[in-house]
């Protein structure tokens, strides 16, 4: 958070600036590669400060990377997202206790705590003045959920204290701690985000397999544990995984792709009703007509009528 609104910045200080940020994932992962090659940054400033319930800081920014540690308390921060390889609007994260964020240079953000507690605030100078998304730089922020390396937790502590105008020996040692921080937690932030991606993509196909399922046995289906071992997943992790993915349930989907038939079957054949709600799945006529009507504001007798009326002109 910035400087101006808590006072007490050690080192090179930036306070807020105005601008803009985005996300930019590749960038993170091309600053992790050029860290991981012996890459220097700058240890630019360091807060550690209490933080209250209810406590707000209002948007802003800053020149350089800033990490962010909450050994306690919770609450969110919102980062614009503009320019770069993100969308617009806006990243919301929500931290708890040991959890850490790391803001690109030019990142606009804001923090609002629930559960009061401490931040831990560390400035590092991006290479070359990357970030804000526009020049290709980091953009965004990045989530570390509960930090449980002591050692780590320590460090971020440290470079947070910082040093007042240290020697030439001091903040080298500080650019060389700084750097190291830096590279660990953007480690383990790209890693938490590729096993995430990894596993949204196994849930999507999971879905579109139990999506295809219904939509070829919707006949015959006679429970959500079927559907899901078509799926290759367990009945509860399917339900889950589909209101996730699709904002809403399998039942609903079971529901409408069976309604979706029952429709054309009532324009299109001469069936009674018994008949169609056994072609599409339903136990009997009266709860195919109950989930009809639910669906379509209408009695299935009565929107073969209007439908009828409707082809004859």
């Avoid at 050692?151 to 190291?180: D, F, K």
């Avoid at 006679?222 to 992790?237: F, R």
Wanted: hydrophobic share 35%.
């Amino acid at each position: 958070m910035s400087g101006r609104e808590h006072g007490g910045w050690h080192g090179n200080g930036h306070g807020c600036r105005h601008g803009g940020g985005g996300a930019g994932g590749s960038a993170w992962r091309a600053l992790l590669g050029q860290l991981g090659s012996g890459k220097v940054l700058r240890h630019a400033a360091g807060l550690r400060h209490p933080v209250a319930a209810g406590y707000y800081c209002p948007f802003h920014e800053h020149a350089g990377i800033e990490i962010v540690f909450h050994p306690t308390g919770s609450g969110v921060t919102r980062v614009e997202r503009r320019g770069g390889e993100g969308e617009g609007g806006v990243q919301e994260v929500a931290f708890e206790a040991g959890d850490v964020v790391v803001y690109a240079p030019r990142a606009r953000h804001d923090q609002r705590m629930e559960a009061g507690g401490e931040d831990c605030c560390v400035q590092i100078m991006a290479p070359g003045g990357q970030g804000g998304g526009g020049g290709g730089g980091p953009a965004g922020a990045l989530h570390v959920r509960r930090v449980d390396d002591v050692v780590l937790r320590g460090e971020m502590e440290i470079l947070a204290r910082g040093v007042h105008e240290p020697s030439a020996t001091q903040a080298a040692v500080l650019n060389l701690r700084a750097t190291a921080v830096l590279l660990q937690v953007l480690e383990k932030a790209l890693a938490r985000r590729v096993s995430e991606e990894m596993d949204a993509g196994r849930g999507e196909r999971h879905v579109r397999a139990a999506e295809r399922y219904v939509q070829e046995h919707y006949a015959r289906i006679s429970s959500i544990p079927e559907i899901a071992e078509a799926a290759g997943v367990g009945g509860d992790h399917l339900r889950h995984l589909f209101l996730r993915m699709r904002g809403r349930t399998l039942v609903s989907y079971l529901n409408e792709v069976r309604v979706a038939r029952a429709q054309t079957l009532l324009v299109h054949s001469p069936l009674t009703l018994k008949e169609i709600a056994t072609l599409c799945g339903w136990r009997d006529e009266y709860y195919f007509s109950a989930v009809f009507r639910r669906a379509c504001g209408v009695a299935p007798g009565r929107y073969r009528e209007w439908n009828y009326a409707s082809s004859r002109g």
